[in-house]
């Protein structure tokens, strides 16, 4: 499953990939917002952290204006690593070094056919374990 989440300056580019994972065939369950009324985008951003703790096989796709506010919101809580991403190297590396189980996408920055560059590393990479095993169990507060 994957979940998606914006806010109303990422709206556009979750609706994008919404629509791109979608045709893929891939199970997409969209969290809000629904339009691009402005709005907050720690709310989504707690949606989306709720229901990959309630799903931890789950990956999300986060979008806000620059990825950064809704990042910070997603990392707040325990067993969710959302990296604010704008390369598909960035989208790689996150996958394969920490583990990220979100990919916040920033809804100005970032152009349609690189998100879906990026939607799609990140969904098809996967973790390198070994020596960044304990690093990411290391992340979490008690
Ligand atoms: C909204 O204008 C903008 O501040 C928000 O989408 C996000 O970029 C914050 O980090």
Redesign the pocket.
Known sequence: MIYLAS?H??FTLKEEMRKYLAEKGEAVEDLGTHSEESTD?AIYAHKLAEAIQKNPEAKGIAV???G???SMALNRHNGIRAARSMSVEDAEMTRRHNDANVLALSGRQTDTETAKQMVDKFLTTEFEGGRHEARVKNIDLK
Request: aromatic residues 10%.
């Open positions: 806010d300056a990422g985008y806000c204006g620059s950064l506010g809704i």
